[in-house]
């Protein structure tokens, strides 16, 4: 028992403290050495930071200051020269010469700007209105071909008097109220035409269906004394179309040749492509709302 008391007060000695526990302790000194390290250096930014803000602070006061000093130096310069300027400035009323307005001289004569828009046909106008004049007298049933064998009314004489003249051969007329009519006028126009400008004259006639165009080319074959020879799509003489971009392609070929178009359009068609507008000679005819709805309504042509 003795000898077992005296082995439990015996120390224990250091030596024997395990190696685990010393690395950590190592490990536990180097990271305080250098978070002392860091703390240093952030200690060190603090003042430098603290030192450069006192720095520009004070040095954007002393330059605002030093501007708005500059800026009331100027105030006080432009004021002063202002005043000097005014002093110096005559307050007597100076003559005024008063010059007489342009709209109070005589007006002068002004050349007429309508000659330079003259129709083409002005030149003709004492031809042209001796032919309307004989198409309204007796008709020469027994006339050469492309001359008008039949009669014209003294009110469609008066309409394509204002076509050729006024209109310079290319616009749109009121349909005549049918289409025999119309055809009538047309043919009219094609015999002026030709007596004008003889075998260079093409004409084409637009209108939408076989039907209307029969009814064309039976109106012009009777009115001008022609042939069957003188219509189709390679005559010289008169050209049918239902489509407008054939005739347009036409009429573009023919003024290439040096030929000169003239277009027809029937009452029916109620939209002229833009096309044929940039041609010379175009005659389109416009029915009303009656026309086109009886057309519409019973079948029967205008």
């Not at 202002?82 to 007006?107: C, G, I, N, Y």
């Not at 009314?153 to 008066?158: I, L, M, Q, W």
């Amino acid at each position: 028992m003795t000898s077992g008391k005296s082995e439990a007060a015996i120390p224990r000695d250091p030596q024997g403290a395990s190696p685990s526990a010393e690395v950590f302790l190592t490990e536990l000194l180097e990271r305080r050495q250098r978070l002392l390290a860091e703390i240093g250096t952030l200690e060190q930014r603090r003042d430098r930071l603290q030192e450069d803000i006192r720095r520009h602070f004070a040095g954007s006061c002393d330059e605002l200051s030093r501007r708005v000093q500059g800026f009331q130096d100027y105030l006080v310069g432009a004021l002063q020269e202002l005043s000097d300027r005014a002093q110096t400035l005559e307050l007597a009323p100076r003559k005024v010469m008063v010059q007489p307005s342009p709209l109070d001289r005589p007006a002068e004569t002004v050349p007429d700007q309508a000659t330079g828009a003259a129709s083409p046909f002005l030149a003709d106008q004492p031809l042209i209105e001796d032919m309307i004049r004989g198409f309204q007298d007796t008709p020469d049933f027994y006339a050469p071909p492309w001359r008008l064998r039949r009669h014209l009314e003294v009110g469609h004489g008066e309409v394509l008097t204002n076509w050729l003249l006024q209109q310079q051969g290319r616009g749109a007329q009121n349909s005549l109220g049918s289409r025999s009519r119309n055809v009538l006028l047309g043919a009219a126009a094609v015999a002026i035409l030709t007596e004008l400008y003889g075998d260079q004259l093409q004409t084409l006639v637009l209108a939408s269906t076989p039907e209307r165009l029969g009814q064309w080319r039976r109106g012009l074959q009777d009115s001008l004394g022609l042939t069957r020879e003188d219509f189709g799509p390679n005559a010289n003489g008169i050209s049918l179309f239902e489509r407008s971009d054939a005739l347009i392609e036409r009429a573009d070929r023919l003024e290439s040749r040096d030929r000169l178009p003239l277009i027809l359009v029937d009452a029916a068609e109620q939209v002229v492509d833009i096309p044929i507008l940039q041609f010379p000679l175009w005659l389109a005819f416009a029915a009303d709302g009656r026309e086109l709805a009886m057309e519409d309504l019973d079948g029967d042509p205008l």
